[in-house]
């Protein structure tokens, strides 16, 4: 039985998360972290997150309290609770599954360090999908070079606070790699609106044609979901920095 703790359960990962987590066979849900102050602390996890049901579990303001018991936390949470629990996992020597995006240069480089440290998932997206599509663009990119303009368009919901997103980025960097290009010869098109869960579209432009490579997420579970096999696979993994790719065998 993997132990799990999640972060920011009321949030709109968190809380699925928490179900996909519930719902997966040889998974126990074990704690749950928020924000201090808040008036759902000490409360059973499933009921901050509508599950329907007790869990037995409950909400902590302070990982400390809990992450002895756990063996893996999932983290899709704020760039700040992410480096103060990174730090915890690090010292406590436990498995991470991070899925936040917004970090720095200097951020993603502790991340780098922790997989030195820990067993560590870092992925800006969890989606199976995602992760196939980007070994598809990377395998056009390479094969069109300099044959091709290439544009990413990613949509999300008008609360998503980075942009690009953390997909596009490593969608460009990844095409830069395979191409040649420089990375800055690559356009990202933003779009902040509404509920949009989660759209990215990369086109590859030549004379007289073009490619277009799209997915379309329709609800945040399959992030949920990915989240969930990142943790299992983790699972008496050694030290290192995991990708999606090595959970999907890709």
Do not use: W
Not at 46 to 53: A, D, F, N, P
């Amino acid at each position: 039985m993997v132990k799990v703790i999640v972060t920011g359960p009321t949030g709109k990962m968190g809380s699925l998360i928490v179900k996909a987590a519930y719902e997966q066979v040889g998974m126990q849900i074990i704690g749950a972290v928020g924000s201090k102050g808040r008036g759902y602390i000490g409360k059973d996890i499933g009921e901050v997150t509508g599950l329907g049901v007790q869990l037995g579990a409950f909400v902590y303001d302070d990982i400390e309290k809990v992450i002895e018991n756990c063996d893996v936390v999932i983290d899709f949470s704020t760039v700040a609770l992410s480096m103060e629990i990174l730090s915890v996992c690090i010292k406590h020597k436990k498995a991470l599954v991070c899925g936040t995006t917004g970090f720095t240069k200097e951020q993603e480089g502790q991340f780098v360090d922790a997989g030195r440290r820990i067993p560590l998932l870092r992925a800006a997206n969890t989606s199976y999908v995602t992760n196939l599509m980007k070994k598809l663009i990377v395998l056009a990119a390479g094969a069109l070079g300099d044959k091709a303009k290439i544009d990413i368009i990613d949509m999300h919901d008008e609360k998503k606070i980075d942009s690009p997103s953390g997909t596009s980025k490593e969608f460009a960097e990844e095409m830069a790699e395979a191409s040649g290009k420089n990375i800055t010869e690559i356009t990202h098109h933003s779009v902040r609106s509404g509920d949009v869960s989660s759209f990215h579209s990369v086109i590859l432009g030549c004379i007289g044609e073009r490619l277009e490579i799209t997915h379309h997420a329709y609800n945040f579970g399959c992030y949920a979901r990915g989240a969930v096999e990142g943790a299992l696979f983790l699972e008496g993994k050694s030290i290192g920095l995991y990708s999606m790719e090595d959970v999907i065998g890709i």
